[in-house]
């Protein structure tokens, strides 16, 4: 699908004023970022590069998108014209698919011409947003689950087909084994996999016969679900009669059954003893229902014998906290060759920009390895790791903190430049495997789920200092 139109329509008014008064190719630095992370948890998941990119190198408006556009009867035959040789040409950085990322600094930054700076928003907005928000949930729920396999299961609840096959994708990203989304497997390899529904032991003239018929179809990695008629007075002892009929003689090991309703730690423990009563201490349980975060941890707490966990909605929705926040702010521009840093204020203090065309590097202490800080500073400056580092808190200016003794690494790449793409794109386990190695680098308690502590974004005195100076200019 051509998305090109895929966009705000003021980005359309923007750019035919921009175009009409003369300021088409005017150079512009946006930054792409986030003002609070959902579940007022410690840290995000950035996710989303690789549709930016594919969207980015599509980018053209059909003789179609510019007849629609003259019907509207408001834009330049001028400006229309050049819609017609449209593709972007400037550049892109982003920190790579699977960073742990934090509030108020640059994820990506475009530097372009105004009108393809302008008229890219909603698109990178958009994928940024989405696949954030569920990458993120996913590494929550992920981190909950203590080590067992997290599955996504939630097309069928998901906000249209792009919510249901990008959001597996996402949901890999931060930590999930799997999807039932089959979409999602032939798009962008991420396992697919499922068992049966109620209904196919209703289908049946008994329960047992349904699984019998099941296990002798699908013999390996068989899943029964047990919970149809009764738990467990039925459905386990029928799946352990056709786990030893039809399947152990056959020296097949790699079963499981899943619960999908009641109390899920009551029955999970009373179907461990069951199975390994039975001599099947190998069979798995799955449990799924309404998970999330809060109750894998209630379950894990409560000893529950589960190994697999199944979630669906609100993983895929982010139900608890369902909008990431993105924004698209201006942060400079050119004139006659020279960066022009611009400012955005507002009464509310956290809507106040970071100006300038910036870079950002991440602080690790050189002992532990973990991440103590990220630093925003002006796009020229060179840290000198042989010196201490002074920071400036970005909004509470009195707060300062010296760090010694660190390594710094920038954070953001080159992805596009010249309209060209440079950046290899990794492979979707690449992407899953960086993303739990980065998380690795955050003490525990920045990944508290209540109260977690707060992960230093801060400012380098030029910043600050050039920041600083420009909001005492507005106020006179």
């Not at 190719?25 to 549709?51: H, M, W």
């Not at 068992?195 to 990695?221: I, L, N, R």
């Not at 955005?344 to 970071?354: A, F, L």
């Amino acid at each position: 699908m051509n998305h090109t139109l895929l966009c705000d329509f003021y980005e359309l008014t923007m750019s035919n004023g921009y175009f009409k008064n003369g300021l088409s190719n005017k150079i512009t630095y946006f930054d792409v970022f986030f003002r609070s992370v959902p579940d007022g948890g410690g840290y995000a998941v950035f996710a989303g590069l690789e549709q930016i990119c594919e969207y980015i190198q599509k980018l053209q408006f059909t003789d179609d998108d510019i007849d629609f556009l003259r019907n509207k009867g408001i834009f330049d035959e001028g400006f229309l014209s050049y819609l017609k040789d449209f593709k972007f040409t400037g550049d892109i950085y982003a920190v790579p698919e699977g960073t742990p990322i934090f509030p108020h600094e640059p994820v990506i930054t475009v530097r372009a011409p105004a009108i393809e700076a302008q008229l890219i928003e909603t698109f990178l907005l958009l994928q940024f947003n989405h696949q954030s928000l569920i990458a993120t949930k996913a590494s929550r729920i992920v981190r909950a689950s203590q080590g067992r396999t997290v599955l996504e299961f939630g097309s069928r609840r998901a906000q249209g087909a792009d919510g249901a096959t990008i959001g597996a994708r996402a949901a890999f990203i931060g930590g999930c084994k799997g999807t039932a989304c089959t979409l999602t497997d032939r798009l962008f390899g991420v396992p697919a996999g499922g068992t049966m529904a109620h209904s196919w032991v209703q289908m049946f003239d008994s329960e047992y016969e349904a699984f019998k018929t099941y296990c002798e179809s699908y013999p390996h990695g068989a899943t029964l679900l047990v919970d149809t008629y009764n738990t467990l007075k039925s459905g386990v002892p029928n799946a352990i009669k056709v786990f030893k009929e039809v399947l152990v003689p056959q020296g097949i090991t790699d079963f499981a059954i899943r619960l999908d309703s009641g109390d899920i730690s009551y029955l999970s423990k009373k179907a461990r003893k069951m199975l390994d009563d039975a001599g099947l201490s190998c069979c798995k349980i799955t449990a799924s229902n309404s998970l999330d975060e809060y109750l894998i941890r209630d379950l894990m707490m409560q000893d529950a014998k589960i190994d697999t966990f199944g979630v669906g909605e609100r993983l895929i929705t982010a139900s608890s906290s369902p909008v990431f926040g993105g924004v698209y702010k201006l942060a400079a521009v050119e004139e006659n060759g020279v960066i022009v840093p611009k400012i955005k204020v507002s009464e509310n203090i956290g809507k106040i920009t970071n100006p300038h065309f910036k870079k950002v590097y991440r602080i690790f202490d050189k002992e532990s390895g973990k991440a103590i800080a990220d630093y925003i500073c002006i796009h020229d400056e060179i840290i000198d790791e042989t010196k201490p580092l002074q920071i400036f808190d970005q909004f509470a200016v009195w707060k300062t903190k010296t760090i010694e003794n660190f390594v710094a690494k920038e954070l953001q790449v080159p992805v596009f430049r010249n309209g060209k793409l440079v950046y290899k794109l990794p492979e979707i386990e690449e992407i899953q495997q960086y993303c739990a190695e980065q998380l690795d680098t955050l003490w525990d308690e920045v990944k508290r789920f209540e109260n977690p502590h707060s992960y230093y974004v801060d400012l380098s005195v030029k910043l600050w200092k050039k920041k600083t100076e420009m909001l005492e200019r507005l106020k006179g």
